[in-house]
C-alpha cells in the first residue's frame, strides 16, 4: 500500500491556478506534520507549504499569500490550493509525511506553468 497518493496539477497559464491532492491513511495523517515540496530538474527538492498538526499552516516566502494549504480529516486528504501560478512555480509537487524520526513522500504530481 502507497502511504501518499499525490494527484492534481497539470497546465495552467500565468495567473491561473490549479489545486493538488494527497490522500493518506489515519494513522499517518494524524501523526504526521503534512506538506508540500517541489522541485525543478537539476535542483534541489524545496519547501512549499506545511500544516502542523494543530492544524497551523506555514508557507515558503514564494508562495506565501498565493498558496494555500488545507487538510480534510474526513478523507484524510491534505490539498495545496495554487491561485496566480507563475512561470517559476513550474516543478514536480511532492506530499510530504514528517515527523521527524521517519517520513513518507508522495509520488509527485507536475505542475507547468506556461503561456
Known amino acids: 500500500q502507497v502511504p501518499l497518493v499525490d494527484s492534481g496539477g497539470g497546465l495552467a497559464q500565468p495567473g491561473g491556478s490549479l489545486r493538488l491532492s494527497c490522500a493518506t491513511s489515519?494513522?499517518?495523517?494524524?501523526?504526521?506534520?503534512m506538506g508540500w515540496y517541489r522541485q525543478v530538474p537539476g535542483e534541489q527538492r524545496e519547501y512549499v507549504a506545511s500544516m502542523s498538526a494543530d492544524g497551523t499552516p506555514h508557507y515558503s516566502d514564494s508562495v506565501e499569500g498565493r498558496f494555500t494549504i488545507t487538510r480534510d480529516s474526513a478523507t484524510n486528504t491534505i490539498y495545496l490550493q495554487m491561485n496566480d501560478l507563475k512561470l517559476e512555480d513550474t516543478a514536480v509537487y511532492y506530499c510530504?509525511?514528517?515527523?521527524?524520526?521517519?517520513?513518507?513522500w508522495g509520488s509527485g504530481a507536475q505542475v507547468t506553468v506556461s503561456t
Open positions: 510530504k509525511a514528517d515527523r521527524g524520526l521517519d517520513w513518507y
Open positions: 489515519p494513522s499517518i495523517f494524524n501523526a504526521y506534520a
